[in-house]
């Protein structure tokens, strides 16, 4: 009933207004931004083309803000901000998302502190989008959670002038969940500016981020034999025994990020010579608290990750800093492109408070601090129909790493575009493969000399044209690290749970083939993504699903005189049984697993939504089949998928 109010209070006034006719005029961008109260004085309406609205990457790539209501904008709608469609969310926002593309894994050849579930929220430097706006501009974006809670996420930028640019933005969500112990609490801040100088011969980009991921932790279900069965005593999730119940995880981070460049010539030419310097400090924090040491399965005692050197209150801590500079030199040819040559500097340090000796030859660091120097060259070419961005950069320091990343993009006209990518990349391992500590026996280790790089040679090619849009990827994997339960036959009979860091010495290919193609009839449409992946290795390493498929079938119309545009329709997600892998809270991890298989089940979504001027509203039934059909639904071993539930939310921009 409150959500049909707050429908009715949104509807009504644009039906009262949706007369108004207002003189348009285009805001001369060169001039000094006037504010609505300005132009009211001098009895004249300037309004900002929408084209003057403008989102720059770091890569200097711009696009323009959307305020359109369309499928595209619709798969946007969750906790991530982004289409998630080959990801496998749990039951809760804001818990780890498990991966059934892999091509969406992303690679530095650098490491980081790890944890990496935990991390599917968490914004890197280069995920920070800066600003160029005629007026203030202004989104807030609102979601309904699982239970009691609520996901927001607003924003406000402005001009000062034409030149200077800030912007902030929060991102925050809470949302209780169904099962025991499975409360989310995260935040987002940032906060930036973006600076050039008339000529464009100094430029800067800069931002200051503070997020935090808190998680309760419940280690998913103890009996799924409960949850398949269909008895209703079990419809309410409370009554299904967890392993965890009073269990958390907590990440934060903090990151101090900006890069400027400036032309030694004072005016733009044919040939520019720069300098340019890139900064990022950043720190991190990860914490594993469990007070309950045992965990109770019926009236069984489990020690479920093993035993522990205390008998209460575990409390695993890690800490992480990061310094990055790099300093260039880039020349720049109107015929020839862009070249930069640059070198960095990386240092880290990995560390705990402790040092753990476990017997005479065996010891547990208290830290890992790595200082790697590197070179590298960078090339951009944008001529005509061609779009190019390649680069190359190799440690001169005895830590080893390398990256080839070469990216080709071809417009052969407005409607269709060819994307080409080859990368070869040697990264380190992320640190909590190397190092870990924690209050668990067999939670410790220290490898920093049994394992290698990891080799990633990626192979991928796009097409996008109105008819169709297409993909392929080839990757082979070499030295691939992993995450994988290594307890013994008697601790799996006894429920425990010992996942460890492993090296796969073989090589692992992957295949991936996606396409998505619209039908539209009339005011219908239907709307097809499928994905096909093949894995070729010696052993069941890198698990995904063979098939994953998502059908839209939609309807879209005008009512109240064009005042209101609505979509309604229902979503079909399906993927094929796999052994998908398995989550463990206290390294925030993944791990292979071979014992269950996930998926087979299909999922079908209803959705209602509209847009009233700048306005979408977005009304959602999801999984609404698992109302009446079998709950056979998992997104890892004995942690379920989401029941149906039905979800608000709404995007709502103010152009001032």
């Known amino acids: 009933m409150r959500i049909l109010f707050f429908l009715y209070l949104l509807v009504l006034p644009s039906l009262l207004f949706s007369q108004e006719v207002t003189p348009k005029k285009n ?58 469609f080959g990801l496998l969310p749990f039951s809760n ?24 579930g935990k991390h599917i929220n ?59 112990n499975q409360l989310t609490s995260i935040g987002n ?40 069965s269909g008895d209703p005593n079990f419809t309410n999730r409370q009554r299904l025994e967890v392993y965890l119940t009073d269990a958390e995880s907590f990440l934060k981070g903090k990151r101090l990020f900006f890069d400027h460049a400036f032309r030694i010539n004072p ?9 340019t310097h890139q900064f990022n400090f950043e720190n991190k924090f990860f914490e594993y608290k469990q007070p309950t040491v045992l965990s109770i399965v019926g009236s069984t005692s489990v020690q479920r990750f093993g035993e522990s050197y205390v008998t209460s209150n575990i409390k695993d801590q890690t800490r992480f800093e990061k310094l990055y500079n790099r300093v260039g030199v880039a020349y720049e040819n109107s015929l020839l492109g862009k070249f930069n040559f640059f070198i960095d500097d990386y240092r880290s340090n990995y560390k705990y408070e402790r040092i753990i000796v476990i017997d005479e030859d065996n010891t547990i660091p208290d830290n890992l601090f790595r200082e790697i120097n590197s070179f590298g060259a960078q090339y951009e070419y944008q001529k005509n129909k061609w779009n190019g961005r390649f680069l190359f950069s190799r440690s001169i320091t005895k ?10 993009r071809y417009n052969l006209n407005e409607k269709i575009q060819f994307d080409f990518r080859y990368r070869n990349i040697s990264k380190l391992p992320n640190n909590n493969y190397i190092l870990y500590q924690s209050s668990y026996i067999q939670y410790n280790w220290s490898n920093e000399n049994d394992f290698k790089n990891e080799k990633i040679n990626l192979l991928s090619a796009k097409i996008y044209t109105p008819w169709l849009n297409a993909e392929a ?29 492993f090296q796969y010495g073989n090589a692992i290919n992957y295949l991936e083939v996606k396409a998505n193609r619209e039908f539209k009839f009339g005011k219908f449409a239907l709307d097809n993504t499928f994905l096909y992946q093949k894995v070729d290795q010696s052993e069941a390493i890198l698990n995904v699903p063979d098939f994953v498929t998502r059908n839209t079938f939609y309807y879209s119309t005008y ?70 059909g079998e709950s056979n639904y998992y997104s890892a071993p004995n942690n379920p998928y989401r029941d149906f539930t039905i979800r608000f939310g709404l995007v709502w921009n103010f152009f001032q």
């Not at 994997?477 to 992993?482: A, K, Q, R, T």
């Open 27 to 84: 805001l001369d961008m060169n001039s000094q931004y006037s504010s609505i109260t300005d132009t009211v004085k001098k009895k004249k309406v300037l309004v900002a083309k929408i084209e003057q609205y403008q989102i720059v990457t770091l890569e200097h790539d711009t696009t323009i803000v959307d305020t359109s209501l369309t499928l595209k904008s619709a798969y946007k709608q969750n906790y991530l901000r982004r289409d998630n």
């Open 93 to 116: 926002i804001g818990q780890p998302y498990n991966t059934l593309q892999y091509s969406l894994t992303d690679f530095s050849p650098y490491p980081d502190i790890g944890f990496q």
């Open 122 to 180: 968490f914004m890197d430097a280069s995920e920070i989008h800066y600003y160029h706006v005629a007026t203030p501009l202004t989104e807030l974006f609102f979601n309904t959670s699982i239970g009691k809670g609520q996901n927001v996420d607003s924003f406000i930028t402005l001009n000062t002038s034409k030149n200077l640019n800030f912007f902030a933005a929060y991102r925050g969500l809470r949302s209780e969940g169904k099962y025991i």
């Open 189 to 228: 801040f940032r906060i930036g500016a973006s600076y050039n100088t008339t000529e464009k011969r100094y430029v800067l980009y800069a931002h200051y981020a503070y997020q935090d991921v808190l998680n309760e932790e419940n280690g998913g279900i103890t009996t799924s034999e409960d949850f398949e």
């Open 267 to 275: 005016k733009q030419g044919n040939n520019n010579l720069y300098i």
């Open 399 to 408: 830590t080893a790493i390398s990256d080839l990343d070469a990216k080709l």
């Open 473 to 501: 990827t080839y990757t082979v994997l070499n030295d691939h690290l992993y995450f994988k339960d290594d307890a013994t036959s008697q601790q799996i009979e006894d429920r425990e749970q010992i996942v460890r860091p």
């Open 559 to 628: 009512l109240f005189k064009k005042a209101l545009y609505i979509q309604t329709g229902i979503i079909f997600n399906y993927f094929t049984k796999y052994y998908g892998n398995d989550y463990n809270p206290v390294v925030g991890e993944f791990f292979v697993q071979d014992t269950k298989k996930i998926g087979g089940y299909p999922t079908f979504d209803f959705f209602l939504n509209g847009r009233i001027r700048q306005t979408r509203i977005y009304l959602k039934a999801e999984h609404f089949n698992a109302a009446f």
